[in-house]
C-alpha cells in the first residue's frame, strides 16, 4: 500500500534562516504529489502540486519554491523565512487507481520565531 | 475557477444523534466529491468517495449525498458517539488538483 512521509514532525526555525521539508512516497511510482499549508483551525491551502519529475506548479506566489529531483521526492524550501510562513505543512499524494483518494503524510509543525 | 463551501466552522451534537454536515459548490459540477476525517495535529484522512452519477452512499455509520442540480453534497453520521468529534473536510477534483473546503470542526458530547 502506499505510505506518504514527511519529516521533521516538528521545526522551530529563526527568521531568515533556509528551510528544507522532505516528502518521500512508498509503495507506487508516477503519482500527483502536493504541498499544502494549513494555519490553526483553518483550511488546506495548496502550495505547490506536481504531475511529475521537475515539473512544478504553483498556487499561491510567496516565499517558498517546490522541487522534484526524483519521482517518489518533494521538496518544500525557502531560502529566508518569514514570520507569516509558520504553520503545519502537508504532503499529499493522488493517483489514478487511489480510487481517487489523495493519501496525506503525517505532517510538519514549523514554527518561525 | 471552483468554490467549495461547508456550512458552519463547528457543529456541537448530542451523543447518538445523527450530525449533518454541508458541502456546495459553484461553476461546474466535478465527476466525484470525496470526505475526510481530520483530527488535531494530523493529516486528512479519506472517508468516502461519491460519483456524479450516484445520488446516495453509505459506509458503516456513514452517509453522503450528492446533489448535483443544487450543487451540494450532505455528509451524515448516524448514532454519533464522542470518537466522531473531529474537522470533516469535503474535497473535489479541479485538473490536476484536489481542491477542499475549510472544513467543519464537529464535537459530539456525552
Known amino acids: 500500500s502506499q505510505t506518504i512521509h514527511q519529516w521533521p514532525a516538528t521545526l522551530v526555525q529563526p527568521v531568515g534562516s533556509p528551510l528544507s521539508l522532505e516528502c518521500t512516497v512508498e509503495?507506487?511510482?508516477?503519482?500527483?504529489l502536493y504541498w499544502y499549508r494549513q494555519a490553526a483551525g483553518r483550511g488546506l491551502q495548496l502550495l505547490f502540486y506536481s504531475v511529475g519529475i521537475g515539473q512544478i506548479s504553483s498556487e499561491v506566489p510567496q516565499n517558498l519554491s517546490a522541487s522534484r529531483p526524483q519521482d517518489r521526492q518533494f521538496i518544500l524550501s525557502s531560502k529566508k523565512l518569514l514570520l507569516s510562513d509558520s504553520g503545519f505543512y502537508l504532503c499529499?499524494?493522488?493517483?489514478?487507481?487511489?480510487?481517487?483518494?489523495?493519501?496525506f503524510g503525517p505532517g510538519t509543525r514549523l514554527l518561525v520565531l | 475557477s471552483q468554490k467549495i463551501e461547508q456550512n458552519s466552522e463547528a457543529l456541537n451534537i448530542q451523543e447518538g444523534k445523527t450530525a449533518t454536515l454541508t458541502c456546495n459548490y459553484t461553476?461546474?459540477?466535478?465527476?466525484?466529491l470525496q470526505w475526510y476525517r481530520q483530527d488535531p495535529g494530523r493529516g486528512p484522512v479519506f472517508l468516502l468517495l461519491i460519483r456524479e452519477n450516484e445520488k446516495e452512499k453509505r459506509k458503516e455509520r456513514l452517509k453522503v449525498t450528492f446533489d448535483t442540480t443544487l450543487k451540494q453534497s450532505l455528509f451524515h453520521i448516524t448514532a454519533s458517539q464522542p470518537a466522531d468529534s473531529a474537522t470533516y473536510l469535503c474535497a473535489l477534483p479541479s485538473a490536476s488538483k484536489i481542491i477542499f473546503g475549510s472544513g467543519t470542526r464537529l464535537s459530539i458530547r456525552p
Open positions: 499529499a499524494g493522488h493517483k489514478t487507481g487511489w480510487q481517487e483518494t489523495q493519501y
Open positions: 509503495g507506487t511510482s508516477n503519482p500527483n
Open positions: 461553476n461546474y459540477s466535478p465527476a466525484y
